[in-house]
Protein backbone atom coordinates (compact mmCIF):
# COMPACT_ATOMS: atom_id res chain seq x y z
CA UNK A 1 0.00 0.00 0.00
CA UNK A 2 1.53 3.39 -0.99
CA UNK A 3 1.90 5.59 1.60
CA UNK A 4 -0.92 8.60 2.39
CA UNK A 5 1.91 10.85 3.39
CA UNK A 6 5.54 10.85 3.53
CA UNK A 7 7.42 13.11 4.74
CA UNK A 8 11.29 12.83 3.41
CA UNK A 9 14.79 14.62 5.00
CA UNK A 10 12.39 17.71 6.82
CA UNK A 11 14.32 20.13 7.88
CA UNK A 12 13.26 23.78 9.36
CA UNK A 13 15.37 26.25 10.57
CA UNK A 14 14.29 29.53 12.49
CA UNK A 15 16.90 32.49 11.48
CA UNK A 16 19.74 29.82 10.91
CA UNK A 17 18.67 27.61 14.08
CA UNK A 18 17.73 24.63 13.08
CA UNK A 19 14.22 23.22 14.47
CA UNK A 20 13.55 19.89 12.51
CA UNK A 21 16.92 18.14 11.29
CA UNK A 22 16.01 15.83 8.63
CA UNK A 23 12.65 13.73 9.57
CA UNK A 24 11.50 10.84 7.40
CA UNK A 25 8.04 9.26 8.31
CA UNK A 26 5.05 7.63 6.46
CA UNK A 27 1.77 7.79 7.14
CA UNK A 28 -0.63 5.13 5.66
CA UNK A 29 -4.50 5.37 4.72
CA UNK A 30 -6.39 5.21 7.78
CA UNK A 31 -3.42 4.45 10.16
CA UNK A 32 -2.88 5.79 13.74
CA UNK A 33 0.41 7.19 14.70
CA UNK A 34 1.68 8.26 17.80
CA UNK A 35 4.48 11.08 17.65
CA UNK A 36 6.02 11.26 21.36
CA UNK A 37 9.11 13.06 22.73
CA UNK A 38 9.54 15.76 25.29
CA UNK A 39 9.15 19.68 24.48
CA UNK A 40 10.54 21.35 21.85
CA UNK A 41 11.63 18.49 20.24
CA UNK A 42 9.91 19.66 17.22
CA UNK A 43 6.77 17.62 16.79
CA UNK A 44 4.42 20.85 16.33
CA UNK A 45 6.79 22.47 13.46
CA UNK A 46 7.00 18.91 11.76
CA UNK A 47 3.06 19.30 10.70
CA UNK A 48 2.91 23.16 10.80
CA UNK A 49 5.60 23.04 8.38
CA UNK A 50 3.74 19.81 6.34
CA UNK A 51 1.08 22.33 6.46
CA UNK A 52 2.82 25.40 5.33
CA UNK A 53 1.51 27.16 8.68
CA UNK A 54 5.00 28.11 9.67
CA UNK A 55 5.49 31.90 9.73
CA UNK A 56 7.50 33.46 6.91
CA UNK A 57 11.28 33.75 8.51
CA UNK A 58 11.08 29.64 8.89
CA UNK A 59 12.91 28.35 6.19
CA UNK A 60 11.55 24.83 5.32
CA UNK A 61 13.35 22.22 3.13
CA UNK A 62 13.02 18.69 2.07
CA UNK A 63 9.79 17.09 0.74
CA UNK A 64 6.32 16.36 1.72
CA UNK A 65 3.96 14.49 -0.43
CA UNK A 66 0.87 13.80 -0.03
CA UNK A 67 -0.47 10.74 -2.32
CA UNK A 68 2.67 11.57 -4.59
CA UNK A 69 1.98 15.83 -4.62
CA UNK A 70 4.56 17.92 -3.17
CA UNK A 71 3.24 20.01 -0.44
CA UNK A 72 6.24 22.24 0.39
CA UNK A 73 6.35 23.88 -2.98
CA UNK A 74 2.63 24.15 -3.43
CA UNK A 75 0.78 26.89 -4.64
CA UNK A 76 -1.24 28.70 -1.77
CA UNK A 77 -4.64 27.57 -3.48
CA UNK A 78 -3.41 23.96 -3.51
CA UNK A 79 -2.45 24.28 0.05
CA UNK A 80 -5.29 25.87 0.83
CA UNK A 81 -7.75 23.05 -0.33
CA UNK A 82 -5.26 20.42 1.28
CA UNK A 83 -5.58 22.40 4.73
CA UNK A 84 -8.95 20.95 6.51
CA UNK A 85 -9.82 19.12 2.81
CA UNK A 86 -7.53 16.25 3.26
CA UNK A 87 -5.24 16.95 6.18
CA UNK A 88 -6.89 18.63 8.92
CA UNK A 89 -5.26 19.51 12.29
CA UNK A 90 -6.60 20.28 15.89
CA UNK A 91 -4.49 21.71 19.07
CA UNK A 92 -3.36 21.70 22.37
CA UNK A 93 -5.75 24.65 23.78
CA UNK A 94 -9.43 24.58 22.65
CA UNK A 95 -10.23 27.65 23.99
CA UNK A 96 -8.04 29.34 22.40
CA UNK A 97 -8.26 28.29 19.01
CA UNK A 98 -11.20 29.56 18.51
CA UNK A 99 -12.82 32.37 17.40
CA UNK A 100 -13.75 34.45 20.35
CA UNK A 101 -15.99 36.89 19.33
CA UNK A 102 -18.37 34.20 16.87
CA UNK A 103 -20.91 31.92 17.87
CA UNK A 104 -19.66 28.14 17.62
CA UNK A 105 -22.25 27.59 15.01
CA UNK A 106 -21.31 29.87 12.78
CA UNK A 107 -17.70 28.65 12.77
CA UNK A 108 -18.46 25.03 12.38
CA UNK A 109 -20.88 26.42 9.30
CA UNK A 110 -18.37 28.57 8.17
CA UNK A 111 -15.84 24.90 7.87
CA UNK A 112 -18.63 23.41 6.19
CA UNK A 113 -19.70 25.86 3.44
CA UNK A 114 -15.95 26.36 2.71
CA UNK A 115 -15.22 22.36 2.64
CA UNK A 116 -18.56 21.39 1.07
CA UNK A 117 -19.99 24.07 -0.73
CA UNK A 118 -23.23 24.40 0.60
CA UNK A 119 -25.70 27.37 1.18
CA UNK A 120 -25.91 29.08 4.42
CA UNK A 121 -29.34 26.98 5.45
CA UNK A 122 -27.89 23.76 4.81
CA UNK A 123 -24.36 24.71 6.54
CA UNK A 124 -25.76 25.53 9.61
CA UNK A 125 -27.57 21.97 9.38
CA UNK A 126 -24.74 20.36 8.52
CA UNK A 127 -23.25 21.64 11.85
CA UNK A 128 -25.12 20.70 14.04
CA UNK A 129 -25.11 17.16 12.86
CA UNK A 130 -21.16 17.19 12.78
CA UNK A 131 -21.88 18.73 16.59
CA UNK A 132 -24.28 15.68 17.69
CA UNK A 133 -21.88 13.09 15.83
CA UNK A 134 -18.92 14.56 18.25
CA UNK A 135 -20.61 14.49 21.10
CA UNK A 136 -21.79 17.64 22.20
CA UNK A 137 -24.74 17.61 24.59
CA UNK A 138 -27.89 19.77 22.97
CA UNK A 139 -26.30 20.56 19.79
CA UNK A 140 -28.95 22.61 18.90
CA UNK A 141 -29.10 25.06 21.58
CA UNK A 142 -25.28 24.93 22.05
CA UNK A 143 -25.05 26.51 18.63
CA UNK A 144 -25.69 29.42 19.12
CA UNK A 145 -23.24 29.83 22.25
CA UNK A 146 -19.90 31.60 22.39
CA UNK A 147 -16.35 29.84 22.90
CA UNK A 148 -16.30 31.43 26.66
CA UNK A 149 -19.51 29.73 27.49
CA UNK A 150 -18.62 26.04 26.53
CA UNK A 151 -16.07 23.73 28.72
CA UNK A 152 -12.58 23.07 27.44
CA UNK A 153 -13.78 19.08 26.77
CA UNK A 154 -16.73 20.73 24.80
CA UNK A 155 -14.66 23.40 22.81
CA UNK A 156 -12.44 20.81 21.87
CA UNK A 157 -15.49 18.58 20.64
CA UNK A 158 -16.15 21.57 18.35
CA UNK A 159 -12.72 21.64 17.20
CA UNK A 160 -13.33 17.92 16.43
CA UNK A 161 -16.12 18.92 14.44
CA UNK A 162 -14.83 21.43 12.16
CA UNK A 163 -11.83 19.07 11.56
CA UNK A 164 -14.87 16.60 10.15
CA UNK A 165 -16.62 19.26 8.09
CA UNK A 166 -13.72 18.46 5.42
CA UNK A 167 -13.69 14.84 5.41
CA UNK A 168 -9.88 14.75 5.93
CA UNK A 169 -8.36 11.56 5.01
CA UNK A 170 -5.70 12.61 8.02
CA UNK A 171 -6.01 14.11 11.36
CA UNK A 172 -3.41 15.82 12.78
CA UNK A 173 -4.11 16.03 16.66
CA UNK A 174 -1.71 17.80 18.37
CA UNK A 175 -1.28 17.51 22.13
CA UNK A 176 -5.60 17.64 21.76
CA UNK A 177 -6.14 16.65 25.54
CA UNK A 178 -2.92 18.39 27.28
CA UNK A 179 -5.57 20.90 28.48
CA UNK A 180 -8.51 18.98 29.69
CA UNK A 181 -8.61 17.14 33.08
CA UNK A 182 -8.26 13.61 32.53
CA UNK A 183 -12.08 12.08 32.41
CA UNK A 184 -12.28 13.93 29.79
CA UNK A 185 -9.11 13.60 28.14
CA UNK A 186 -10.64 9.87 28.08
CA UNK A 187 -13.20 10.58 26.27
CA UNK A 188 -11.60 12.81 23.70
CA UNK A 189 -9.35 9.82 22.77
CA UNK A 190 -12.60 7.47 22.40
CA UNK A 191 -14.18 9.66 20.25
CA UNK A 192 -10.64 10.12 17.89
CA UNK A 193 -10.87 6.81 17.60
CA UNK A 194 -14.65 6.35 17.11
CA UNK A 195 -14.43 8.57 14.37
CA UNK A 196 -11.31 7.45 12.64
CA UNK A 197 -12.61 4.21 12.53
CA UNK A 198 -15.93 5.56 11.24
CA UNK A 199 -14.39 7.54 8.34
CA UNK A 200 -11.69 5.36 8.09
CA UNK A 201 -9.44 8.64 8.97
CA UNK A 202 -5.69 8.80 9.48
CA UNK A 203 -4.83 10.28 13.06
CA UNK A 204 -1.33 11.39 13.81
CA UNK A 205 -1.70 11.97 17.97
CA UNK A 206 1.35 14.09 19.17
CA UNK A 207 1.69 13.68 22.89
CA UNK A 208 3.84 14.17 25.57
CA UNK A 209 2.08 10.97 27.16
CA UNK A 210 3.64 7.23 25.57
CA UNK A 211 0.45 5.96 27.83
CA UNK A 212 -1.85 7.87 25.65
CA UNK A 213 -0.32 6.73 22.44
CA UNK A 214 -0.02 3.04 24.11
CA UNK A 215 -3.94 3.26 24.27
CA UNK A 216 -4.98 5.38 21.13
CA UNK A 217 -1.86 4.54 18.18
CA UNK A 218 -0.92 1.25 16.50
CA UNK A 219 2.40 2.95 15.48
CA UNK A 220 4.38 5.12 17.44
CA UNK A 221 7.62 7.58 16.42
CA UNK A 222 9.97 8.52 18.67
CA UNK A 223 11.46 12.15 18.41
CA UNK A 224 14.66 13.66 20.07
CA UNK A 225 15.59 16.77 19.27
CA UNK A 226 14.77 17.74 15.63
CA UNK A 227 15.09 13.82 14.70
CA UNK A 228 13.40 10.82 15.05
CA UNK A 229 15.03 8.48 16.66
CA UNK A 230 13.38 4.97 16.98
CA UNK A 231 9.91 4.00 15.13
CA UNK A 232 7.96 0.71 15.86
CA UNK A 233 4.60 -0.93 16.23
CA UNK A 234 3.01 0.02 19.56
CA UNK A 235 3.40 -3.49 20.63
CA UNK A 236 6.88 -3.93 19.62
CA UNK A 237 8.05 -0.76 21.13
CA UNK A 238 6.87 -0.85 24.50
CA UNK A 239 8.39 -4.97 24.86
CA UNK A 240 11.48 -3.79 23.41
CA UNK A 241 12.67 -0.07 23.02
CA UNK A 242 15.99 -0.68 21.09
CA UNK A 243 17.25 3.32 21.77
CA UNK A 244 18.18 4.55 25.04
CA UNK A 245 16.13 7.43 24.94
CA UNK A 246 13.06 5.22 24.43
CA UNK A 247 14.36 3.42 27.05
CA UNK A 248 14.32 6.29 29.21
CA UNK A 249 10.96 7.64 28.32
CA UNK A 250 9.29 3.92 29.10
CA UNK A 251 11.56 4.34 32.54
CA UNK A 252 10.12 7.59 33.04
CA UNK A 253 6.32 6.42 32.39
CA UNK A 254 4.40 6.00 35.59
CA UNK A 255 2.49 2.82 36.67
CA UNK A 256 -0.12 2.09 33.99
CA UNK A 257 -3.03 2.96 36.82
CA UNK A 258 -1.09 5.43 38.34
CA UNK A 259 -1.51 8.91 37.81
CA UNK A 260 0.02 10.51 34.50
CA UNK A 261 2.75 13.09 34.42
CA UNK A 262 4.67 14.60 31.72
CA UNK A 263 7.95 13.04 30.73
CA UNK A 264 10.78 14.36 32.67
CA UNK A 265 12.77 11.75 34.42
CA UNK A 266 15.56 11.02 32.33
CA UNK A 267 18.64 12.72 33.68
CA UNK A 268 19.84 15.80 31.85
CA UNK A 269 18.48 18.43 29.26
CA UNK A 270 17.88 18.52 25.88
CA UNK A 271 21.08 20.29 23.75
CA UNK A 272 20.76 23.81 22.75
CA UNK A 273 19.51 23.75 19.47
CA UNK A 274 22.45 26.22 17.62
CA UNK A 275 25.13 24.24 19.64
CA UNK A 276 24.42 20.45 18.05
CA UNK A 277 26.81 17.48 19.71
CA UNK A 278 28.57 16.99 16.55
CA UNK A 279 27.47 12.53 16.39
CA UNK A 280 24.08 11.91 18.34
CA UNK A 281 21.88 14.70 19.93
CA UNK A 282 21.18 12.19 23.22
CA UNK A 283 25.17 11.29 23.51
CA UNK A 284 25.14 13.47 26.52
CA UNK A 285 22.47 12.01 28.15
CA UNK A 286 22.92 8.56 27.29
CA UNK A 287 23.94 5.84 30.12
CA UNK A 288 24.92 3.52 26.82
CA UNK A 289 27.25 6.03 25.15
CA UNK A 290 30.68 4.76 23.54
CA UNK A 291 33.24 7.16 21.43
CA UNK A 292 31.54 5.98 18.07
CA UNK A 293 28.66 8.09 19.09
CA UNK A 294 30.04 11.50 18.96
CA UNK A 295 31.49 11.07 15.57
CA UNK A 296 28.25 11.21 13.21
CA UNK A 297 24.34 11.30 14.10
CA UNK A 298 23.69 7.34 13.70
CA UNK A 299 21.07 7.14 10.52
CA UNK A 300 17.43 6.31 11.43
CA UNK A 301 17.98 2.11 10.07
CA UNK A 302 15.03 -0.12 9.58
CA UNK A 303 15.71 -3.73 10.74
CA UNK A 304 13.03 -6.07 11.69
CA UNK A 305 9.86 -3.92 10.29
CA UNK A 306 10.87 -1.17 12.56
CA UNK A 307 13.71 1.73 13.13
CA UNK A 308 16.42 3.07 15.35
CA UNK A 309 18.85 5.66 15.22
CA UNK A 310 21.69 4.45 17.70
CA UNK A 311 24.77 2.61 16.86
CA UNK A 312 24.39 0.23 19.80
CA UNK A 313 20.58 -0.56 18.94
CA UNK A 314 20.26 -4.29 19.91
CA UNK B 1 -28.02 54.54 30.97
CA UNK B 2 -25.38 55.29 33.16
CA UNK B 3 -23.69 56.51 29.77
CA UNK B 4 -25.86 59.11 29.29
CA UNK B 5 -26.29 59.83 32.71
CA UNK B 6 -22.45 60.68 32.30
CA UNK B 7 -22.58 62.70 29.17
CA UNK B 8 -25.00 64.62 30.34
CA UNK B 9 -23.19 65.98 33.79
CA UNK B 10 -20.10 66.34 31.27
CA UNK B 11 -22.14 68.98 28.44
CA UNK B 12 -23.81 71.09 31.71
CA UNK B 13 -20.05 70.98 33.12
CA UNK B 14 -18.37 72.23 30.73
CA UNK B 15 -20.61 75.05 29.77
CA UNK B 16 -20.56 76.38 33.35
CA UNK B 17 -17.25 76.53 32.78
CA UNK B 18 -17.34 78.13 29.60
CA UNK B 19 -19.51 80.80 30.95
CA UNK B 20 -16.86 81.21 33.51
CA UNK B 21 -13.55 81.07 31.11
CA UNK B 22 -16.11 84.28 28.95
CA UNK B 23 -16.20 86.36 32.05
CA UNK B 24 -12.15 86.00 32.75
CA UNK B 25 -12.10 86.97 28.48
CA UNK B 26 -11.38 90.75 29.55
CA UNK B 27 -13.47 93.27 27.58
CA UNK B 28 -16.85 92.54 26.34
CA UNK B 29 -19.04 93.00 23.14
CA UNK B 30 -20.24 96.77 23.91
CA UNK B 31 -16.34 97.46 24.22
CA UNK B 32 -16.19 96.06 20.78
CA UNK B 33 -18.84 98.30 19.40
CA UNK B 34 -17.61 101.24 21.46
CA UNK B 35 -14.49 100.94 20.31
CA UNK B 36 -15.81 101.02 16.29
CA UNK B 37 -18.07 104.35 17.15
CA UNK B 38 -19.12 106.38 19.58
CA UNK B 39 -21.23 105.00 22.27
CA UNK B 40 -21.14 107.30 25.79
CA UNK B 41 -20.99 105.92 29.17
CA UNK B 42 -24.35 105.86 29.85
CA UNK B 43 -25.19 104.34 26.31
CA UNK B 44 -22.63 101.35 26.97
CA UNK B 45 -24.14 100.65 30.48
CA UNK B 46 -27.45 101.09 29.15
CA UNK B 47 -26.63 98.37 26.54
CA UNK B 48 -25.18 95.96 29.01
CA UNK B 49 -28.11 95.88 31.16
CA UNK B 50 -30.08 95.23 28.49
CA UNK B 51 -28.07 92.35 27.29
CA UNK B 52 -27.97 90.86 30.84
CA UNK B 53 -24.22 91.65 30.81
CA UNK B 54 -24.34 93.53 34.13
CA UNK B 55 -25.38 89.94 35.77
CA UNK B 56 -23.62 87.38 37.82
CA UNK B 57 -22.28 84.11 35.89
CA UNK B 58 -24.09 81.67 36.97
CA UNK B 59 -27.76 83.56 36.80
CA UNK B 60 -26.97 84.04 32.60
CA UNK B 61 -25.78 80.13 32.97
CA UNK B 62 -29.39 79.27 34.29
CA UNK B 63 -31.14 82.30 32.10
CA UNK B 64 -29.09 80.53 28.97
CA UNK B 65 -29.79 76.66 29.39
CA UNK B 66 -33.17 77.27 30.27
CA UNK B 67 -33.98 79.07 26.79
CA UNK B 68 -31.55 76.48 24.69
CA UNK B 69 -33.46 73.99 26.13
CA UNK B 70 -36.46 75.75 25.16
CA UNK B 71 -34.51 76.08 21.33
CA UNK B 72 -33.93 79.58 21.63
CA UNK B 73 -30.16 80.19 21.70
CA UNK B 74 -30.58 84.26 21.68
CA UNK B 75 -29.16 86.79 19.26
CA UNK B 76 -26.33 87.66 17.69
CA UNK B 77 -24.59 90.40 19.95
CA UNK B 78 -22.93 91.81 17.33
CA UNK B 79 -25.21 91.28 14.28
CA UNK B 80 -28.28 91.25 16.09
CA UNK B 81 -29.41 87.72 13.85
CA UNK B 82 -31.08 85.30 15.86
CA UNK B 83 -27.75 82.47 16.66
CA UNK B 84 -29.49 79.22 15.69
CA UNK B 85 -29.63 79.37 12.18
CA UNK B 86 -26.14 80.97 11.97
CA UNK B 87 -25.44 77.78 13.99
CA UNK B 88 -27.29 75.60 11.64
CA UNK B 89 -25.58 76.98 9.03
CA UNK B 90 -22.29 76.79 9.81
CA UNK B 91 -22.57 73.00 11.66
CA UNK B 92 -23.82 72.20 7.90
CA UNK B 93 -20.47 72.75 6.30
CA UNK B 94 -18.06 71.78 9.51
CA UNK B 95 -19.93 68.22 9.51
CA UNK B 96 -19.72 67.86 6.04
CA UNK B 97 -15.99 68.57 6.30
CA UNK B 98 -15.55 66.08 9.30
CA UNK B 99 -17.69 63.17 8.09
CA UNK B 100 -16.40 63.23 4.92
CA UNK B 101 -12.33 63.23 6.20
CA UNK B 102 -13.53 61.34 8.88
CA UNK B 103 -14.81 58.84 6.56
CA UNK B 104 -12.12 59.09 4.40
CA UNK B 105 -9.40 58.52 7.24
CA UNK B 106 -11.52 55.45 8.64
CA UNK B 107 -11.86 53.77 5.29
CA UNK B 108 -8.33 54.40 4.53
CA UNK B 109 -6.85 53.11 8.08
CA UNK B 110 -8.97 49.92 7.86
CA UNK B 111 -8.28 49.17 3.78
CA UNK B 112 -4.79 49.31 4.79
CA UNK B 113 -5.20 46.91 8.24
CA UNK B 114 -7.50 44.95 6.20
CA UNK B 115 -4.76 44.15 3.38
CA UNK B 116 -2.20 43.76 6.05
CA UNK B 117 -3.95 41.34 7.77
CA UNK B 118 -4.72 39.50 4.97
CA UNK B 119 -0.86 39.44 4.67
CA UNK B 120 0.31 42.39 2.72
CA UNK B 121 3.63 43.87 3.61
CA UNK B 122 3.17 46.79 1.36
CA UNK B 123 0.28 47.81 3.56
CA UNK B 124 2.33 47.92 6.48
CA UNK B 125 4.54 49.83 5.29
CA UNK B 126 1.72 52.23 4.08
CA UNK B 127 0.69 52.39 7.61
CA UNK B 128 4.36 53.66 8.96
CA UNK B 129 4.25 56.10 6.16
CA UNK B 130 1.15 57.92 6.56
CA UNK B 131 1.80 57.73 10.15
CA UNK B 132 4.91 59.10 9.98
CA UNK B 133 3.26 61.68 7.39
CA UNK B 134 0.64 62.75 10.07
CA UNK B 135 3.13 63.31 12.87
CA UNK B 136 5.40 65.21 11.10
CA UNK B 137 3.52 67.62 9.04
CA UNK B 138 0.86 69.61 10.80
CA UNK B 139 -2.66 69.54 8.66
CA UNK B 140 -1.98 73.34 8.44
CA UNK B 141 1.55 73.32 6.56
CA UNK B 142 0.36 70.58 4.58
CA UNK B 143 -2.67 73.14 3.85
CA UNK B 144 -0.63 75.78 3.14
CA UNK B 145 1.59 73.95 1.11
CA UNK B 146 -1.80 72.03 -0.86
CA UNK B 147 -3.05 75.75 -1.18
CA UNK B 148 0.29 77.10 -2.78
CA UNK B 149 0.54 74.33 -4.89
CA UNK B 150 -3.10 73.31 -6.74
CA UNK B 151 -4.55 76.97 -6.32
CA UNK B 152 -2.14 79.47 -7.13
CA UNK B 153 0.45 77.25 -9.38
CA UNK B 154 -1.61 75.07 -10.80
CA UNK B 155 -5.12 76.77 -11.19
CA UNK B 156 -6.92 73.73 -10.26
CA UNK B 157 -8.60 73.77 -7.20
CA UNK B 158 -10.89 77.07 -5.94
CA UNK B 159 -8.46 78.46 -3.53
CA UNK B 160 -12.00 79.43 -1.46
CA UNK B 161 -14.62 77.10 -0.36
CA UNK B 162 -13.56 73.71 -1.95
CA UNK B 163 -14.12 70.51 0.03
CA UNK B 164 -11.49 67.79 -1.89
CA UNK B 165 -8.24 69.41 -0.34
CA UNK B 166 -8.81 69.88 3.41
CA UNK B 167 -11.59 66.13 3.20
CA UNK B 168 -7.91 64.75 1.88
CA UNK B 169 -5.67 66.38 4.18
CA UNK B 170 -7.59 65.94 7.25
CA UNK B 171 -8.39 62.22 6.25
CA UNK B 172 -4.88 61.29 6.32
CA UNK B 173 -4.28 62.86 9.10
CA UNK B 174 -6.58 60.90 10.97
CA UNK B 175 -5.98 57.65 8.87
CA UNK B 176 -2.07 57.91 10.28
CA UNK B 177 -3.17 58.16 13.67
CA UNK B 178 -5.05 55.87 13.49
CA UNK B 179 -3.79 52.90 11.25
CA UNK B 180 -1.02 52.75 13.32
CA UNK B 181 -2.13 51.36 16.83
CA UNK B 182 -5.28 49.06 14.79
CA UNK B 183 -1.96 47.64 12.67
CA UNK B 184 -0.15 46.71 16.04
CA UNK B 185 -3.55 45.37 17.26
CA UNK B 186 -3.85 43.50 13.74
CA UNK B 187 -0.05 42.09 14.05
CA UNK B 188 -0.84 41.23 17.83
CA UNK B 189 -3.70 39.35 16.87
CA UNK B 190 -2.78 37.73 13.78
CA UNK B 191 -0.43 35.81 15.79
CA UNK B 192 -3.03 34.16 18.04
CA UNK B 193 -3.43 30.47 18.33
CA UNK B 194 -7.22 30.72 17.01
CA UNK B 195 -6.04 32.41 13.57
CA UNK B 196 -2.97 29.41 12.78
CA UNK B 197 -6.25 26.87 13.31
CA UNK B 198 -8.16 29.00 11.23
CA UNK B 199 -5.50 28.70 8.43
CA UNK B 200 -5.17 24.76 9.18
CA UNK B 201 -8.78 24.86 8.38
CA UNK B 202 -8.00 25.93 4.89
CA UNK B 203 -9.70 29.56 4.96
CA UNK B 204 -8.28 32.08 2.66
CA UNK B 205 -6.15 35.29 3.81
CA UNK B 206 -8.89 37.84 3.17
CA UNK B 207 -11.77 35.73 4.67
CA UNK B 208 -9.28 35.06 7.61
CA UNK B 209 -8.54 38.60 7.71
CA UNK B 210 -12.27 40.04 7.67
CA UNK B 211 -13.69 37.52 9.88
CA UNK B 212 -11.18 36.01 12.62
CA UNK B 213 -8.92 39.28 12.62
CA UNK B 214 -10.15 42.48 11.60
CA UNK B 215 -13.50 41.57 14.46
CA UNK B 216 -11.05 41.37 17.47
CA UNK B 217 -8.68 44.18 16.55
CA UNK B 218 -11.21 47.27 15.79
CA UNK B 219 -12.36 47.46 19.53
CA UNK B 220 -9.12 49.43 20.18
CA UNK B 221 -9.69 51.73 16.51
CA UNK B 222 -12.93 52.02 17.52
CA UNK B 223 -12.13 54.02 20.83
CA UNK B 224 -9.47 55.68 19.12
CA UNK B 225 -11.71 56.47 16.81
CA UNK B 226 -13.60 58.38 19.13
CA UNK B 227 -10.36 60.26 19.89
CA UNK B 228 -9.77 61.14 16.39
CA UNK B 229 -13.74 62.23 15.68
CA UNK B 230 -13.32 64.42 18.83
CA UNK B 231 -9.79 65.47 17.33
CA UNK B 232 -11.35 66.59 13.99
CA UNK B 233 -12.91 69.31 15.30
CA UNK B 234 -10.01 71.43 15.79
CA UNK B 235 -8.25 69.77 12.48
CA UNK B 236 -11.81 71.32 10.77
CA UNK B 237 -11.11 74.71 12.08
CA UNK B 238 -7.88 75.14 10.75
CA UNK B 239 -9.30 74.37 7.12
CA UNK B 240 -11.99 75.99 7.54
CA UNK B 241 -10.01 79.39 8.30
CA UNK B 242 -7.23 78.17 5.59
CA UNK B 243 -9.44 77.01 2.81
CA UNK B 244 -12.12 80.11 3.55
CA UNK B 245 -14.96 77.16 4.78
CA UNK B 246 -17.85 78.93 6.34
CA UNK B 247 -18.23 76.41 9.34
CA UNK B 248 -18.27 76.17 13.10
CA UNK B 249 -14.74 76.70 13.49
CA UNK B 250 -15.00 79.78 11.53
CA UNK B 251 -18.30 80.73 13.42
CA UNK B 252 -16.90 80.59 17.05
CA UNK B 253 -13.56 82.35 16.24
CA UNK B 254 -14.83 85.53 14.30
CA UNK B 255 -17.57 85.17 17.39
CA UNK B 256 -14.41 85.18 20.05
CA UNK B 257 -12.42 88.01 18.12
CA UNK B 258 -16.15 90.05 18.29
CA UNK B 259 -16.77 89.05 21.70
CA UNK B 260 -20.33 87.89 20.96
CA UNK B 261 -20.94 85.75 23.75
CA UNK B 262 -24.15 83.89 22.27
CA UNK B 263 -22.99 82.56 18.97
CA UNK B 264 -19.62 81.41 20.82
CA UNK B 265 -21.88 79.59 23.74
CA UNK B 266 -23.89 78.06 21.18
CA UNK B 267 -21.29 77.02 19.46
CA UNK B 268 -18.63 75.66 22.10
CA UNK B 269 -21.67 73.90 23.64
CA UNK B 270 -22.52 71.89 20.42
CA UNK B 271 -19.13 71.22 20.14
CA UNK B 272 -18.59 69.30 23.34
CA UNK B 273 -22.00 67.74 22.88
CA UNK B 274 -21.00 66.53 19.58
CA UNK B 275 -17.94 64.78 21.69
CA UNK B 276 -19.72 63.60 24.50
CA UNK B 277 -22.33 61.94 22.03
CA UNK B 278 -19.27 60.54 20.00
CA UNK B 279 -17.86 59.05 23.05
CA UNK B 280 -21.28 57.36 23.89
CA UNK B 281 -22.07 55.88 20.80
CA UNK B 282 -18.15 54.37 21.29
CA UNK B 283 -18.65 52.69 24.27
CA UNK B 284 -21.79 51.36 22.68
CA UNK B 285 -20.10 50.14 19.51
CA UNK B 286 -17.35 48.42 21.76
CA UNK B 287 -19.93 46.91 23.36
CA UNK B 288 -21.62 45.48 20.72
CA UNK B 289 -18.25 44.13 19.02
CA UNK B 290 -17.31 42.13 22.24
CA UNK B 291 -20.07 39.33 23.16
CA UNK B 292 -17.47 38.96 26.08
CA UNK B 293 -17.82 42.44 26.95
CA UNK B 294 -21.36 42.61 27.20
CA UNK B 295 -21.94 39.02 28.83
CA UNK B 296 -19.51 41.18 31.68
CA UNK B 297 -21.67 43.61 32.63
N1 LIG C 1 7.69 30.41 15.33
C1 LIG C 1 8.85 29.97 15.82
N2 LIG C 1 9.94 30.78 15.82
C2 LIG C 1 11.12 30.35 16.32
N3 LIG C 1 11.31 29.13 16.84
C3 LIG C 1 10.28 28.28 16.86
C4 LIG C 1 9.00 28.65 16.36
N4 LIG C 1 8.16 27.60 16.50
C5 LIG C 1 8.89 26.63 17.07
N5 LIG C 1 10.16 27.01 17.30
C6 LIG C 1 11.23 26.21 17.87
O1 LIG C 1 11.24 24.96 17.25
C7 LIG C 1 11.51 23.92 18.16
C8 LIG C 1 10.46 22.86 18.07
O2 LIG C 1 9.23 23.39 18.53
P1 LIG C 1 7.89 22.53 18.56
O3 LIG C 1 6.81 23.51 18.88
O4 LIG C 1 7.74 21.72 17.34
O5 LIG C 1 8.09 21.58 19.79
P2 LIG C 1 7.11 20.45 20.33
O6 LIG C 1 7.82 19.17 20.20
O7 LIG C 1 5.79 20.58 19.67
O8 LIG C 1 7.03 20.86 21.85
P3 LIG C 1 5.77 20.88 22.83
O9 LIG C 1 5.63 19.51 23.31
O10 LIG C 1 6.20 21.83 23.91
O11 LIG C 1 4.61 21.36 22.04
C9 LIG C 1 11.57 24.57 19.53
O12 LIG C 1 12.92 24.71 19.90
C10 LIG C 1 10.94 25.93 19.34
O13 LIG C 1 11.56 26.88 20.15
MG1 LIG D 1 3.90 21.26 20.26
Known amino acids: MAPLVSLRGLRVAFDGVPALRGIDLDVMPGEAVGLVGESGCGKSVTWLAALGLLPRQAS ?226 CPAHVQACDVAPPALLERDGRASACLLAA | MGILATGLGQGLAITFGLFLLFGAIPGDVVDVLASAGDLDEAQQAAMRAELGLDQPAWRRFFAWVGAALAGDLGESQRFGQPVGPMLWEAAGVTLQLGALSGAFGIVLAFGLCLAQAAGSRAARAAVEAINLWSIALPTFCVGVAALLLFSVWLGWLPAIGGLLAPVVILGIDNAGQLAKPLSEEVAEVAARPHVMAARARGLAPLWLARWHILPLAAPVAVSLTGVMLAGLLGGTLTMELLFGLPGMGALVLNGIQGRDQPVVLAGLVAAALAIVLVNALTALVQGLLDPRQSSRD
Do not use: W
Not at chain 1, 96 to 119: D, F, K, W, Y
Open chain 1, 60 to 285: VTGSVLLEGTELLAAPAQVLERVRGGRIAMIFQDPASSLNPVHRIGTQVAEAVALHQGLPRGAARAEAKRLLDQVGMPDAARRMDAYPHELSGGQNQRVMIAMALAGRPELLVADEPTTALDVTIQAQILELLTELRRAHGMALVLISHDLGVVAETCERVAVMYAGRIVEEAAVDALFAIPRHPYTKGLLGALPPIDGPRGPLASIPGGVPDPSAMPPGCAFAPR
